[in-house]
Nanobody, 121 residues
Framework: HVQLVESGGGSVQAGGSLNLSCTAS????????VAWFRQAPGKERGGVAAINDDGRTSYADSVKDRFTISKDNAKNALYLQMNSLKAEDTAMYYC????????????????WGQGTQVTVS
């Protein structure tokens, strides 16, 4: 069983930046899809960005050109660089995995971490 742990969240002012990290306690096949999700209070969890085995990325429209997803297979780590943060980016951010990046439906992903809080004021 792989345990994912998110870190790097915090409180920043609008326009600021944060870099989230997601590390795995066990081995994650580098061919897997890994993704970031977020959930704000009272809202459903939604996809933010995903990266597949060959490095292709996809983003939610709301974060395009502001967020960058990347991974380091050697370190079993996933990152989310967030720039030009807005108040509406405030949420708990999670990482998760699935075999292929064919959907961003949260129910299709597994190995969820506990999340890291991002607050933008």
């Amino acid at each position: 069983h792989v345990q994912l742990v998110e870190s790097g969240g915090g409180s920043v002012q609008a326009g600021g930046s944060l870099n989230l990290s997601c590390t795995a306690s066990g081995y994650i096949d580098s061919s897997y899809c890994v993704a970031w999700f977020r959930q704000a209070p009272g809202k459903e969890r939604g996809g933010v960005a995903a990266i597949n085995d060959d490095g292709r990325t996809s983003y939610a429209d709301s974060v395009k050109d502001r967020f960058t997803i990347s991974k380091d297979n050697a370190k079993n780590a996933l990152y989310l660089q967030m720039n030009s943060l807005k108040a509406e980016d405030t949420a708990m951010y999670y990482c998760a995995t699935r075999r292929y990046c064919t959907t961003m439906a949260p129910d299709a992903f597994g190995n969820w971490g506990q999340g890291t809080q991002v607050t933008v004021s």
